[in-house]
């Protein structure tokens, strides 16, 4: 008796163990599935591999709310890029070469962390095209093999997880981070017309909102860039029409051209001095060749006071593209001054008890607040007129 009763003991000593380790690691593994199927359509990665997702499992009641979140990683404007793009390790142009990613911030299953989504069905939608999931030329260069379909590549996705229950919705949110911010603002609206009128459906885009702003040289020359891209992988078609039928398609690249004809209601989230743009739009080599703002973007405190001023009048720039969403106050947004890149991924920075906060909210909260429409939530911190380390 003894001993049956010992044995369940260091049994039920093992469980526990095994319990509290998962618990202090917390982090759940989401195989990647692959949709083979995808290729007959011609809805393929870069180098012609099939489409993939991660998907964990909704439960408790969660289970009829889904969270589609896009990967992000860049962009290819130039055939030449565009080949380097398949053979990149991390699989941003191939689903062969794809790493696990892992679920954490707004995909963390721990209810302390992510209270609004951590019971959803969420998903991550694997970035393969290098174009935001725009792109959609038929004909195939036989002497590069590069495939220029990411528009075919996200609506099979997107069919995929409707054919295992994503149809049934109650709530939908189509979220991602940079490139896959810029994919949650582009496709927000094509992403709700999946949905029966009956389904709370919305767009959060995080550290995506690329701002039509002039450089250090005092031009646009990252309009050539966003030119590039929507003319190589043949994006017009699928840029909102609202915007393409006033303005060249590579304009239409950018969030605050499209964002007025944008239906769904949406939630911009990014740092007024968001590193990705300061790098490659405000001081990108072509914009600062001498290089004089390098020492100054790598560590603020080598910022000399005219540097300074210049990050504050790209925060000015920022804000006023900002305002193209518009007053509507089923638009959300949540702009902070800290120097950093995508910000619901990271869990110090989505929830965590030192994660920025405006109106003593943290991002998580004000992003519930919002979907929930418990009540508006647009804030942009006004406190710290400086780009600042959080
Ligand atoms: C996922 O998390 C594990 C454990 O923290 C880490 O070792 C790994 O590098 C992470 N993977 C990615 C792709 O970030
Ligand atoms: C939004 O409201 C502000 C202040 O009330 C106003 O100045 C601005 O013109 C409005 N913007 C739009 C797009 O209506």
């Not at 896009?70 to 062969?96: A, F, H, P």
């Not at 093999?145 to 939908?172: H, T």
């Not at 490659?280 to 600062?288: F, H, P, Q, T, V």
Request: aromatic share 12%; hydrophobic share 35%.
């Amino acid at each position: 008796m003894s001993k049956v009763r010992s044995k369940e003991w260091v049994k039920c000593t093992v469980i526990v163990c095994i319990l509290l380790f998962l618990k202090t690691e917390g982090l759940e593994e989401v195989g990647i599935t692959i949709i083979e199927s995808g290729v007959a359509k011609g809805a393929v990665c870069l180098d012609g591999s099939p489409p993939a997702y991660q998907l964990a499992k909704g439960f408790g009641d969660g289970v009829n709310n889904w969270l589609v979140h896009i990967q992000g990683g860049g962009w290819c404007n130039t055939v030449e890029d565009c080949v380097y793009r398949k053979t990149m390790d991390n699989g941003l142009g191939s689903s062969k070469l794809m790493p696990m990613l892992n679920f954490t911030g707004i995909l963390s299953n721990e209810q302390e962390q992510n209270p609004n989504f951590y019971n959803w069905n969420r998903v991550i939608m694997r970035y393969c095209d290098g174009s935001s999931f725009t792109g959609d030329v038929e004909e195939v260069d036989p002497a590069t093999n590069l495939y220029f379909r990411g528009a075919r590549v996200f609506n099979v996705i997107i069919e995929e997880l409707m054919s295992k229950g994503m149809n049934d919705a109650q709530n939908a949110l189509l979220s991602g981070c940079s490139a896959g911010g810029l994919a949650s603002i582009l496709h927000c609206d094509k992403f709700k017309g999946f949905f029966p009128s009956s389904t709370r459906v919305k767009c959060i885009a995080d550290a995506g909102y690329f701002a039509h702003v002039k450089d250090l040289s005092g031009e646009y020359r990252f309009e050539k860039y966003y030119n590039d891209v929507v003319t190589l992988h043949g994006s017009a078609k699928y840029l909102p029409s609202g915007c393409t039928s006033n303005m060249t398609p590579g304009l239409c690249f950018y969030p605050q051209f499209v964002v007025p004809y944008i239906k769904t209601p949406i939630f911009i989230l990014n740092s007024a001095y968001d590193t990705w743009q300061v790098y490659y739009i405000l001081s990108s080599n072509e914009a600062d060749p001498q290089g004089n703002f390098t020492k100054c973007k790598m560590d603020l405190n080598e910022c000399s006071t005219p540097q300074l001023q210049r990050f504050q009048d790209f925060r000015s720039d920022f804000l006023y593209s900002v305002s193209a969403i518009g007053n509507d106050s089923s638009n959300g947004m949540f702009i902070n001054t800290c120097y950093t890149h995508c910000q619901s991924e990271f869990q110090p920075a989505w929830s965590g008890n030192d994660a920025s906060k405006l109106d003593y909210k943290t991002i998580s909260e004000g992003v519930g607040d919002w979907f929930y429409e418990k009540s508006e939530f647009r804030k942009i911190d006004d406190e710290h007129k400086l780009p600042h380390y959080c």
